[in-house]
DNA sequence: AATCCGTGGCG
DNA sequence: TCGCCAAGGAT
């Protein structure tokens, strides 16, 4: 099948069965594309939907985001995930608003500049909001071509992720481009699943190599397994009246720039926990609770939580910025990991 | 180039 | 219960 016709299939497939009413396909703006395809990254559309509606009731302009404290754009992506998308949204929306005069760049390599926007999210949103031609390769448009292409070899590989580059680069068309790009991911999300695809409904089924073989399931070749390491930390829980000591995460590495609880290696003692927050009085009691599992991106951490309810709120070390008394019932005012605020959340109360 | 970075849904 | 992976980017 000729480009041409590939094209020609995916616009009559947005015609007919193109999603057209998601919220930022609403009064298509920069600020409501960039926002919603930043949101999108390695997450599914229904998982974004509520927190797209939340953040732009909390920010609904590009100067009200730049202008914000980063806790308060943290705590509005407290649950979706990858928090440097959040420290990077902010970035750039400083970099936009204060240094480019809230101009965005008009063209892809600039845009490709800013924090958080790479190579496909610069050419979604170029091409969502203006029209002009851009090229996307993400997860929806790969597996799509992998399929049509029947190409082997894991799409994270830099060869197969260069190849698949080309071949995107290749079938987008110069005219109708914002429809083309948003019809291959609908395809992709909708018809071309990884599991179960409805080839039935595919408009260019009959260009498709695996299709034509009846291999659809072996395309993406899938990642090459490696086993996530299992870790143990114990997580403190002081808590002083209704107010619990939260410790504000280095900006680097996992949880990066939320508020968590202060931890501790598995070996600590009961004794050594207090002094490791530097307490100047033994906490009133050491409880510990259930132990949990909780897995991220690339290793397995199995927390275990000690509750230390202390009779005085003790001063030193937790003088720093980085540490907070922060009351119970206002938890969600900061960013804050999913875990943790269950974790809090199921506790039962102070007596 | 390979690794790091979350979470939820699915089979 | 558990492995897989989904609208990727930064280092």
Redesign the pocket.
Same mark, same amino acid.
């Given at each position: 099948m000729q480009a041409k016709e590939f094209q020609r299939r995916i616009l009559q497939y947005y015609q007919q069965y193109g999603?057209k009413h998601?919220p930022w396909q609403q009064n298509k703006t920069h600020y409501r594309v960039w926002v919603?395809?930043v949101m999108?990254?390695?997450?599914?559309?229904?998982?974004v939907i509520p927190y797209y509606l939340s953040f732009m009731e909390r920010f609904p302009d590009l100067a009200a985001l730049a202008t914000a404290n980063q806790d308060d754009v943290l705590a509005q992506w407290t649950?979706?995930?990858?928090? &440097?998308r959040a420290r990077?949204l902010h970035k750039c929306a400083q970099q936009v608003h204060f240094e480019l005069n809230g101009k965005w760049p008009s063209n892809v390599e600039a845009l490709e500049q800013?924090?958080?926007?790479?190579?496909?999210? *610069?050419g979604a949103i170029h091409s969502l909001v203006t029209g002009q031609p851009a090229t996307i390769l993400?997860?929806?448009v790969k597996?799509v071509l992998c399929r049509f292409y029947a190409i082997e070899g894991w799409p994270?590989? =830099?060869k197969v992720h260069k190849a698949l580059w080309e071949l995107a680069d290749k079938l987008t068309p110069a005219q109708q481009v914002d429809h083309y790009n948003q019809a291959m991911?609908?395809l %992709? *999300?909708t018809l071309c699943t990884? &599991?179960?695809p409805q080839c039935d409904a595919c408009p260019v089924q009959s260009g498709c190599a695996a299709f034509a073989a009846g291999t659809q399931k072996n395309y =993406?070749t &899938?990642?090459p397994?490696t086993n996530k390491p299992e870790r143990s930390a114990i997580f403190i829980v002081a808590q002083y009246k209704q107010q619990i000591l939260l410790e504000k995460r280095p900006e680097?590495?996992?949880?990066?720039g939320l508020w968590s609880l202060p931890q501790a290696e598995m070996d600590t003692s009961d004794d050594a926990l207090a002094s490791c927050l530097g307490m100047p009085l033994p906490p009133v009691t050491i409880q510990s609770l259930p132990a949990f599992r909780?897995?991220?991106?690339?290793f397995h951490l199995h927390i275990h939580p000690r509750k230390l309810v202390l009779s005085k709120k003790p001063r030193g070390v937790m003088d720093s910025d980085r540490w907070q008394w922060q009351d119970r019932s206002q938890l969600d005012a900061l960013g804050m =990991? %999913? =875990?943790i605020i269950q974790l809090l959340k199921n506790m039962e109360p102070a007596t």
């Open positions: 999603r998601l919603s395809e999108l990254q390695q997450t599914q559309v229904t998982t649950g979706l995930g990858y928090y &440097s990077n800013l924090p958080g926007i790479g190579r496909s999210t *610069a993400d997860g929806n597996r994270g590989k =830099p991911m609908d %992709g *999300a990884r &599991s179960k =993406p &899938s990642k397994k680097q590495g996992i949880w990066g909780h897995t991220f991106s690339h =990991p %999913g =875990p």
